[in-house]
């Protein structure tokens, strides 16, 4: 038992100790991952765009018939602030499970510590997601919404997206290396948490048990966030129960992640 | 003495599972079936400090197993092993490039996976540069270099960057020989400045010119370790033994398949039946007298209307070497083509083949050799004689004139 406990301590030790190899890791992977396209880095802005262009136009345009808005806020704004966090959630549930494989080299070849692999992919993508989350900021301005007080809480929350995501990449991109179907898996399930995640619809629209059943799912948690931060104006803390529940199920994640990571820590060599 | 690397009782076991995601099924259910394979199996080692040994044994014996564990790329199963030094290791050649990073991202790449300071390669890049001599390539992908290209900045890298132990394997059987040469000579020097590499090459004569220790892996043991010498000799023996086996296997494969008669024939076209020889006063048997006529009767059924099928036939020594082959081309070789029953014989006069087992093939074309319908393989008949007439395979008439 005790060492159940023990297994993530020693995935962080690793981390904390390598921490500069990290950064420069987290660089390089950003610099591979947008080089060899001529748009280069704007991509990774773009692309983000193009989806809330087309949710936009199929939601509140098709279906909602440009309505009013449930919200009480124009809907493209309520939109961008809960997608915001889902794009990057979404992008490193798979780039994050798929970081050992990707990064084969490292662990066949080369003498690397293998825990700080999927620290560094995850991390890597975090830029991308500050640069969208300031993009993001500008655009509410000119919608006119001006930064508050609350934008401050974005810290926390991207603390808690890193610690979360990478926390999840434990598991995940342990199982990856293991079998090819842990990664179809892995994106089949990301596209059905895209519409099981109340992004394009609203919490509101669930009643009772089912309520419960969306809220359990973390990745709301980043959603309303975001949006309590960007349109609702809400602390983190004022919600400290759905806070608690969060950091509870991460610590579980964490747990069963830290044990299979390490259990197949020394064989990931052998079978990349 | 002073040890550089130093293994005691290491065994490295694969599981193989027979699904792959079984391995994750194993870490919650500790019944799940596998099998082991013994990678290594109880090796005990001590590699004092400045040696150069080249490491021996065929494809798959656990040499690069072996040599991963060394480097700390992968864990043993059970046993320790201790190393004293920093390892530089160029792993099957490639030893750990990023394929979408360019030459020089990829020096400065290795240069933090090993944990040193951007100043420290900084020093060294223009020596690695220098070494690997690979032009603008370098500052390309590395997924666009060549095999010999790859080989090259790797090695450039691994002993540019100041290792007490040197591990080499399989990397310079790629490169040309001006790059071999190199790469021996920067060698060379590594033993000369008391460092430690360890070598694996399956060119045997770079081994024995540059090793002053061999160890010999056999499935996953170590057969032996000492002198370059000894060992070499030893091994030599062992392959050269693998290699009568391999050819004596060989020929037995090759005899079984000549003894019997196999019947290659389309039979929805042409069955073909009872191939006999047959001496001439029709009885059957496969002995001849030297001298005498020969003939073979074959009965065949055409089942489908065919036009102008040939006969030909084909007859070999008992090594298989052609002695004579009927022309395929002649006008006079057409057999009868209608559907239906048919018998052919045919005669092969005044055999003047000497004593000995032959062989005899036969085959029937159309006329375009479109369809090529074999028939009899090497069917076996013998010639006897009373006298001796020569030696060979043929009889020559000849004349003495004196």
């Known amino acids: 038992m005790i060492r159940f406990l023990k297994n993530p301590f020693i995935l962080i030790k690793e981390n904390i100790v390598n921490t500069g190899r990290t950064f420069e890791m987290s660089f390089k992977e950003l610099e591979k991952r947008y080089s060899g396209a001529a748009l280069g880095a704007v991509w990774a802005m773009v692309k983000p765009m193009l989806f809330i262009a087309v949710y936009w136009f199929a939601i509140d345009v098709g279906i909602r018939g440009g309505g009013d808005d449930v919200t009480g806020y124009p809907f493209i704004l309520w939109l961008i602030s809960g997608i915001i966090p889902w794009f990057f959630i979404s992008e490193t549930l798979v780039y994050g499970g798929t970081s050992l494989r990707q990064n084969k080299h490292l662990i066949t070849k080369l003498v690397y510590p293998i825990s700080t692999i999927p620290t560094f992919r995850v991390l890597s993508q975090m830029y991308v997601h500050l640069a969208m989350t300031i993009v993001t900021m500008v655009l509410f301005i000119f919608a006119g919404v001006y930064p508050t007080v609350y934008y401050f809480q974005l810290i926390y929350y991207n603390v808690a997206l890193f610690i979360f995501m990478t926390v999840v990449s434990w598991t995940t991109s342990a199982l990856v290396v293991v079998s090819r179907d842990f990664e179809h898996l892995l994106k089949s399930v990301t596209q059905m948490l895209f519409w099981l995640t109340p992004i394009l619809w609203h919490l509101s629209n669930v009643k009772g048990f089912l309520k419960l059943v969306i809220m359990a799912n973390p990745i709301y948690y980043f959603v309303k966030g975001y949006r309590d931060t960007f349109l609702t104006q809400e602390w983190f803390f004022e919600n400290w129960h759905y806070s608690l529940y969060f950091w509870g199920l991460t610590i579980v994640i964490a747990l069963i992640g830290a044990f299979i990571f390490n259990k197949l820590k020394n064989e990931l060599a052998d079978i990349l | ?402």
């Open chain 2, 1 to 402: 003495m002073e040890y550089s690397v130093s293994i005691k009782n290491l065994t490295k076991i694969y599981k193989i599972y027979e699904k792959s995601w079984h391995r994750a099924k194993h870490i919650f259910f500790r019944n799940t079936k596998y099998k082991k394979f013994y990678a290594l199996k109880n090796i005990t080692i001590d590699i004092p400090k400045g040696e150069a040994v080249g490491v021996l044994g065929k494809n798959g014996a656990g040499k690069s197993t072996l040599l991963k564990i060394i480097t700390g790329v992968t864990t043993p199963t059970s046993g320790s092993i201790e190393v004293n030094g920093k390892i530089s290791a160029l792993l099957e050649l490639t030893s750990g490039f990023d394929s979408e990073l360019t030459g020089i991202e990829n020096i400065y790449l290795k240069a933090l996976t090993m944990g040193m300071q951007k100043k420290e390669m900084d020093s060294q890049l223009q020596d690695i540069i220098e070494f690997a001599d690979i032009g603008d390539h370098i500052h390309q992908p590395v997924r666009t270099y060549s095999s010999g290209m790859k080989a090259r900045l790797g090695f450039a890298i691994s002993v540019n960057v100041d290792p007490d132990i040197l591990i080499v394997d399989e990397a310079l059987s790629v490169g040309d020989d001006i790059f071999k040469l190199k790469c021996i000579e920067r060698m060379e020097q590594f033993k000369e400045q008391g460092k430690t590499i360890l070598f694996v090459s399956h060119s045997l004569f770079t081994v024995k010119s540059f090793c002053n220790k061999c160890m010999w892996i056999k499935d996953g043991e170590l057969v032996s370790y000492g002198d370059t010498g000894e060992i070499m000799l030893q091994y030599e023996n062992y392959l050269k033994e693998e290699r009568a086996k391999e050819k004596k296997q060989k020929r037995l494969e090759a005899k079984e398949s000549n003894t019997d008669i196999q019947i290659m024939e389309k039979k929805e076209i042409v069955e073909f039946k009872n191939f006999k020889f047959r001496h001439g006063n029709g009885e059957e048997n496969n002995k001849f007298l030297f001298g005498e006529d020969v003939f073979y009767t074959v009965e065949y059924e055409v089942k489908k209307p065919m036009k102008n099928l040939k006969w030909s036939f084909t007859l070999r020594d008992a090594e298989t070497t052609e002695i004579f082959g009927s022309d395929k081309r002649s006008d006079k070789h057409y057999i009868k083509s209608e559907v239906g029953k048919h018998s052919l014989r045919v005669t092969l006069k005044e055999l003047k083949l000497l004593p000995g087992k032959y062989l005899l093939s036969g085959e029937v074309r159309d006329d375009h050799g479109a369809l090529h319908i074999g028939y009899a393989n090497r069917v076996p008949f013998v010639v006897e004689g009373k006298d001796f007439v020569g030696t060979g395979i043929n009889y020559i008439d000849h004349e003495y004139e004196n």
